[in-house]
């Protein structure tokens, strides 16, 4: 599985890894198989699933007792890919603000780093970070690319009985703050537009049920998070769901209309890979889907570690990119990169 293979949460403390021959595939095939799904973040690969020749479920316990012991960090050395880009847009955006195109948006940076690093030391500190935090494991790999991280956002989840679940997630401190996420008026205006995109999202499939705000704790960081679900008509329409939903305001854009524009602009200026795309297993009647976001990307020993934060028009960019940085620690530090 080392050498090439997939990897993702079905529960917090259990995972399903594949390995062996991989088939990639534009819908799942009807076997026993679980089929893992890794589109890009335009949704515009022909073939996002893929099923490998062999693949089982795991604990998180068990998959770790079958990786070497993991080395130190190393001091690693990093750049800044796409900061003058980030204050550029960031100008830019306040201005859109002020006419009324946008009400939110998420500009996003890359550390990068080009020292070699093992596939399965990270793996190994992921591994024992989720069995502390509420995380989601995700990732794949082969030859000299592949993507790794640890994810805080469920996309969604649809379940046997056509019960969807989902969760807006947005505004980020420092965790010894973490009362700010529930008083502070900039925060609470990030949160509501996203919780307002995800219910509209999700209109045509249903009435989206909206629960209680509440803090999602992790070991550097902190987040408002607010339930969301629907009991759907059908549970055969994962292609629709995902397209409706992704991006949610938390990484891409609101309103959504303009807010796609925007990201296809910014993306040209500065590629993002996979990061903040869909990642997801289907396993039965069962569809579990994450934001692919707190990861390293890596090709031909280059890794790059993305990084976005919200911006509304009471932002600054001072506040953001101190955010941005708490971020990048919090990812580097849980994968021992």
């Not at 609470?188 to 209109?203: F, M, Q, R, T, W």
Request: glycine share 8%.
């Amino acid at each position: 599985m080392i050498k090439s293979g997939a990897v993702i949460s079905i529960r917090h403390d259990q995972v399903v890894i594949g390995s062996g021959r991989k088939e990639m595939v534009s819908t799942p095939k009807e076997n026993e198989k679980p089929a893992f799904y890794f589109p890009d973040f335009f949704l515009e690969d022909p073939k996002p699933w893929y099923q490998y020749e062999e693949s089982e479920q795991l604990t998180t316990e068990q998959l770790a007792t079958r990786l070497p012991a993991s080395g130190s960090s190393n001091g690693r050395s990093w750049s800044i890919q796409g900061d003058e880009i980030y204050s550029n847009t960031f100008s830019r955006l306040q201005i859109s603000f002020q006419k009324g195109e946008l009400k939110k948006a998420v500009p996003y940076l890359f550390y990068t780093s080009d020292q070699p690093f093992k596939v399965q030391q990270s793996l190994l500190s992921l591994l024992n970070y989720s069995s502390q935090h509420p995380t989601f494991l995700y990732g794949f790999w082969e030859d000299e690319k592949g993507i790794l991280g640890g994810s805080p956002e469920l996309l969604f989840h649809i379940a046997s009985d056509g019960i969807l679940t989902t969760a807006a997630i947005a505004g980020t401190v420092e965790s010894a703050y973490e009362d700010r996420l529930l008083s502070d008026p900039k925060l609470k205006i990030e949160h509501d537009l996203v919780i307002e995109g995800i219910c509209a999202s999700l209109a045509p499939f249903g009435k989206a049920e909206v629960g209680k705000t509440e803090i999602l704790r992790l070991s550097h960081l902190s987040h408002a998070k607010t339930p969301i679900s629907v009991q759907l008509e059908r549970i055969d329409c994962i292609d629709a769901l995902t397209r409706a939903l992704h991006p949610t305001p938390a990484l891409g854009a609101f309103p959504k209309a303009g807010g796609l524009n925007w990201l296809a602009n910014y993306a040209k200026l500065l590629p993002r890979g996979r990061y903040g795309a869909p990642v997801g297993v289907k396993i039965g009647n069962h569809f579990f889907c994450y934001v692919a976001i707190r990861n390293i990307q890596w090709e031909q020993g280059c890794i790059r570690l993305g990084v976005g934060g919200g911006v509304v028009r009471a932002s600054n960019e001072k506040d953001e990119r101190d955010e941005l940085a708490l971020k990048f620690e919090a990812t580097r530090s849980m994968l021992n990169i």
